[in-house]
């Protein structure tokens, strides 16, 4: 007699599992209490109705859902086994894109696919499920979300990876706006500032580049061979919507500065980023005075010879974020009541193009140009 377990899926195991992302999920419902968001739960069990009630929203309000991943970030905490962090990289690529648009993300939903649980009786993956689970809910304070789900699907060989607990993690936001507090780009002006929030590690970007110059640099064992260049690239992405929120008032707050156009630094860089958000205005920016990229990158450019313009397209370099303010104090206050480092790297021009005064490891190049 064949059974569903035979096939590797096993139910009992399954339900403890999505019980233990429930429970982080419900955790995280105090974050949006009282506000736009606020979870609504007629049955109080995991596989329950679970919604928000939208009932008197004013005219003018706009909402959309939008998608992203961890990426292959998450093959570096398999390598490891450490997956307390992992939560930080998904919630940080949804939230953040979400005021990129002037929006304020509200809720948050997943999907994890597993290759397996293990067995109930041996073998199990809960402790690495709790360990995903804790994470969700600092990052979900962070982000000031609430997660409605926590879905977990077993698909065997389908899901790819290292060692006994492969898994790729996906993740929705659904943000609320005001059409009159949307960021088009045609709000940036020619003299805004450019202010930079400090990133500390990779994000989740750029990392199968970090991979690869790591594993041919010191071979597929690197992560054991060198665990200090693995915590670095493990290093949890900061999460900057609760701050940028705050300083442009979100949905129904009181801007703190007034702000024209907020980039997230991800795939495609500075020059990717921050030209797709100027392209509306026809206006460029100089950046002379970023930070300093984190140890793991300039390490991999000195590795792998990446060159600055290169790693400028492909990393971060050390700002996860920019904001274009005509108020760059105001927003630095706001990013100081959160703990996040700020400072004023650049500006917005006439001339197109953007100019960047590397920080990277070829740094003796006086200025790269970006068309």
């Known amino acids: 007699m064949a059974t569903y377990q035979d096939s590797g899926v096993h139910i009992e195991l399954g339900d403890d599992a999505s019980r233990v992302l429930y429970e982080a999920a419900k955790a995280t419902w105090k974050n ?5 968001g606020e979870v609504i739960v007629p049955v109080d069990d995991f596989s329950g109705v679970r919604a928000i009630d939208v009932s ?13 991943g961890v990426g292959t970030k998450v093959k570096i905490a398999q390598a490891v086994e450490d997956h307390t962090t992992v939560a930080f990289d998904l919630i940080a690529m949804v939230a953040d894109d979400a005021v990129v648009r002037g ?7 997943s999907i994890l696919d ?25 990052a979900a304070k962070e982000a000031n979300v609430a997660i409605i789900n926590g879905e977990i699907a077993e698909l065997g060989d389908c899901v790819g990876g290292i060692g006994p607990f492969r898994y790729n993690w996906g993740a ?17 002006k020619e003299g805004d500032h450019l202010v930079a929030l400090r990133e500390e590690g990779l994000r989740s970007n750029g990392i199968s580049l970090v991979r690869k110059i790591l594993t041919e640099s010191y071979g597929e064992e690197w992560h054991l061979e060198h665990p200090d260049l693995a ?31 907020v980039v997230h630094i991800t795939g495609g860089g500075i020059p990717g980023k921050l030209g797709r958000a100027l392209k509306p205005s026809g206006l460029g920016a100089t950046l002379d005075h970023l930070f300093s990229p984190c140890d793991l990158m300039l390490h991999c450019q000195e590795k792998g010879d990446v060159p600055d313009e290169e790693a400028y397209r492909t990393w971060n370099m050390g700002q996860g974020m920019l904001i274009m303010t005509p108020e760059p104090d105001k927003v630095m206050e706001v990013a100081k009541k959160y ?17 960047i005064q590397s920080r990277g490891y070829y740094s003796s190049v006086k200025m790269l140009m970006y068309r």
């Open 231 to 261: 915590q670095q690239a493990l290093h949890p992405s900061r999460i900057y919507s609760r701050a940028v929120v705050e300083m442009f008032g979100g949905f129904d707050g009181e801007p703190q500065a007034e702000i024209h156009g």
């Open 32 to 36: 949006r209490k009282g506000r736009l």
């Open 56 to 68: 008197n929203l004013p005219p003018g309000t706009l909402m959309n859902i939008s998608f992203d």
């Open 172 to 188: 929705s936001v659904t943000w609320f706006a005001r059409q009159d507090r949307l960021f088009t780009g045609r709000e940036i």
């Open 339 to 355: 703990s996040i480092e700020s400072k004023v790297v650049g500006r917005v021009e006439t001339e197109k193009g953007i100019r």
């Open 103 to 109: 929006a304020e993300p509200v809720l948050v939903g």
């Open 114 to 138: 597993v290759n397996s649980l293990g067995k109930k009786d041996k073998d199990s993956r809960l402790e690495q499920v709790t360990q995903l689970a804790k994470g969700y809910i600092a």
